[in-house]
């Protein structure tokens, strides 16, 4: 790679500015008020950002979500048990599957049913999938929001593979809505594990691909390194979950260390990468590692598939009993939990959803601070937030 | 006047968790003394209750005592039954329900409440992998809980969603105003009593399905929910 002199960044650097400047509204004496979104691209859907500036610098920063809030708490609450996982479906699409497990273990929790073995590790295969399908894509849109567009078509790519296996099974690339009460719908369709095995390689291929052209790349570095530092206990304060978490220097991982006995992470071994500095460079790179995690783990659940049911014993109409559960997972934005509230009817009375991505935003605000406007972009990419999982 | 109402989880189902729990609550019980209401011990998990005055205090005592130092989300439940009744019970389309004053009995869950509205917060010792749920009671004449911000930054955005979806009030909140509605709204959208409009202008459409048939009138009803049972 030829090296790109100081100037050459410092041109890049103005253009990107440049850029931004479009969406400046008003200019005041005090400063300059930049209003990002709700419709700027790098926003990952529709969030606003407005920010008030002296020159280059932010002073003072807020976020307006709410342009996509679809009012699930409350729409969950006129459901009955087995249809509240198609609408949760839509609050992380890019990772899907993972929003239906924590609900449907913190139901079965309440029932006081266990999926069958092979159930649970066909249940942490199609997670970790979702995590693939979710964490590839933003691995490729990294690129794309300092400049580099080349690793986004390379991210589409292999990220078919990954939905075409996801397709295979589920029937549904996007929104699976896959797993049920007592175990999951259906049973892997044959010929799928060598397959499955031979996607993983591609993902590994794709995450050697990206470190070279992305982690290795002078610019990449220079705007990352050392940009928008969160400290390991601000994050905890403002809960920030998942690898934004765990680039802080907070080895914590549901998976490993949950306790949830309705996923099959317990029977695998995988090592919980963390990161001590906290930066956007290492948020990325944790990102980047669990990739890899992941397809290991794909790679041993497929191995050691037990036989067995898929599906449990369970009444044909459900009805859950009376009680509070609270199950929280490690999706791929981070710490998913719902606290389901029954009053034993066909219905929950009350679901908390607690989404990642809110807590990972609510950080942004102290985060922007002091940054410079072109870092904006670059920080809340490394953030990685979905617009549904904010918003719900 | 400690109302202990502890239930005993099932020893054999995990007996680790529930030591732990029992170990929190009684280092919670010591440093809050009265102002604990009442706790819950089961299924690995800790709901301790504590007195409006003392719920800040309670998060501090979480934080310095018990370690945990993540904040993992606040909000409200709204325990009074909806009044408009619950659609999917229903086999046929059942119309437009008025609200039924009658049918308001209030049943509260885990750590029992005396009033409509609770504020419940998690917070999770990430070292030690232990959590505690705290709940509070918020009387119905001053809907109103003191902040935690200066305890937990990120509960300022939980306070925001809480204070405009259920109307309660957070008293020493940095900025309290609109997070996901638009500024003028009117009501308080996830209370019980707030109509979801969409579902009173028109019917369900999944009502349509599972109209029964003229021949089998009986068998066709429990198709509603049969998905999940189909092994």
Not at chain 2, 59 to 76: M, P, Q, V
Request: glycine residues 8%.
């Amino acid at each position: 790679m030829t090296a790109i002199t100081e100037r050459q960044q410092l041109a890049y650097a103005e253009r990107t500015a440049a850029e931004v400047r479009v969406n400046v509204e008003l200019e005041t004496d005090e400063g300059m008020t930049l209003n990002i979104g709700p419709q700027h691209p790098a926003t990952h859907g529709t969030l606003r950002i407005i920010a008030k500036l002296d020159g280059e610098q932010v002073v003072w920063a807020d976020v307006a979500p709410g342009y996509m809030h679809r009012g699930y708490e409350k729409l969950v609450e006129v459901r009955t048990y087995p249809q509240v996982t198609t609408l949760v479906n839509r609050i992380d699409w890019l990772g899907s599957f993972a929003n239906e497990v924590p609900f449907i273990l913190a139901a079965e929790q309440l029932m006081e049913i266990e999926a069958p073995r092979r159930a649970r590790h066909i249940r942490t295969i199609l997670f970790e999938m979702a995590r693939l399908a979710n964490i590839v894509l933003f691995l490729g849109d990294l690129g794309v929001q300092l400049g580099a567009v080349t690793p986004a078509f390379y991210a589409f790519r292999d990220r078919e593979h990954v939905l075409d296996q996801i397709e295979a099974v589920t029937g549904g690339r996007f929104h699976p809505n896959f797993d049920r009460i007592g175990g999951l719908k259906d049973d892997l369709p044959k010929g799928w594990i060598a397959d499955t095995k031979a996607v993983m390689v591609r993902i590994r291929n794709f995450c050697d691909e990206i470190e070279t052209l992305l982690f290795g790349n002078e610019i990449f570095e220079t705007r990352t390194r050392g940009v928008g530092v969160v400290p390991a206990d601000v994050a905890l304060a403002y809960g920030m979950s998942g690898a934004n978490l765990r680039a802080s220097g907070v080895d914590w991982d549901l998976r490993r260390d949950g306790g949830i006995t309705g996923l099959a992470h317990g029977d695998l071994d995988f090592k919980v990468w963390t990161h001590p500095d906290g930066d956007s460079f290492a948020r990325c790179w944790v990102r980047l590692q669990e990739t890899r995690e992941a397809t290991k783990m794909i790679d041993q659940l497929c191995d050691g598939l037990p036989g067995g049911p898929i599906m449990a014993k369970v009444p044909r109409i459900i009805k859950v009993p009376a009680g509070e559960a609270y199950v929280e997972t490690e999706n791929p934005l981070g710490a998913m939990g719902y606290y389901v509230v029954s009053k034993g009817d066909l219905g929950p009375f009350r679901v908390k959803i607690r989404s990642a991505s809110f807590n990972n935003v609510s950080v942004v605000p102290w985060l922007l601070r002091g940054v410079y406007v072109p870092d904006i972009i670059t920080i809340l990419a490394s953030l990685y937030f979905i617009l549904g999982d904010i918003d719900r | 006047m400690t109302d202990e109402t502890t239930a005993t989880a099932d020893d054999a189902e995990a007996p680790e968790v529930d030591e732990v729990n029992e170990h929190q609550l009684a280092v919670l019980t010591d440093s809050l003394g009265d102002a604990l209401v009442a706790s819950h011990v089961a299924k690995g998990a800790l709901i301790v209750r504590v007195t409006r005055e003392a719920w800040a205090t309670a998060h501090e005592i979480a934080r310095e005592r018990l370690g945990a130092r993540f904040f993992d989300f606040l909000s409200a439940i709204d325990w009074m039954p909806s009044p408009w009744g619950r659609y999917e019970d229903a086999t046929v389309d059942v119309g437009l329900i008025r609200p039924d004053p009658a049918n308001a009995e209030i049943v509260t869950g885990y750590a029992g409440g005396d009033t409509r509205f609770q504020v419940f917060s998690r917070l999770v010792n990430v070292r030690r992998h232990t959590a505690v749920v705290l709940k509070v009671d918020v009387p119905d004449d001053d809907l109103s809980v003191p902040t935690i911000t200066h305890v937990y930054a990120g509960a300022n955005w939980h306070e925001r969603e809480c204070w405009e979806m259920y109307g309660i009030a957070f008293p020493g909140h940095p900025s309290l105003r609109h997070l996901y509605l638009p500024g003028g709204f009117e009501g308080h959208p996830l209370r019980k009593d707030f109509p979801l409009l969409a579902r009173l202008v028109k019917p369900w459409p999944g009502i349509v399905d599972v109209e029964p048939m003229p021949a089998t009138a009986e068998g066709a009803e429990s198709d509603t929910d049969g998905e999940g049972g189909d092994s």
